[in-house]
């Protein structure tokens, strides 16, 4: 270590210091830089699945609600051939 009375010492000491903090700085922004890409590419895969979700919902809503349309239709034939038939006799 350098001596208290050195300043030329001490300041290639704090240069070195300051070299090594900027050294590991720079490695911590890589690695913050890796997960936010990471995340991103996670993010992105998500909503395309919810989006993909989201579509095959409302097929299916679209084919259940035609479902029930089509019920309804036979209900209505049928209520009305019951209440024909009981007119006709």
């Known amino acids: ?3 208290a009375g050195d300043p030329d010492a001490r ?3 704090l240069e070195i210091k300051t070299d090594a903090t900027r050294v590991a700085i720079n490695a ?3 690695k913050v830089a890796g ?3 990471e995340t ?3 993010f992105t895969a998500v909503r395309n ?3 993909e979700l989201r579509r ?3 097929a299916s809503f679209r084919s259940v609600d035609e479902h029930f349309r089509s019920v309804e239709e036979h209900f209505a034939e049928l209520r009305d051939l019951i209440i024909n038939g009981r007119r006709g006799r």
Do not use: P
Request: no cysteine; glycine share 4%.
């Open 28 to 30: 911590l922004g890589e």
């Open 35 to 37: 997960h936010q890409q």
């Open 11 to 13: 300041v290639a000491a």
């Open 56 to 58: 095959e919902t409302r």
């Open 40 to 42: 991103r590419k996670q």
């Open 1 to 3: 270590m350098a001596s």
């Open 49 to 51: 699945d919810l989006s």
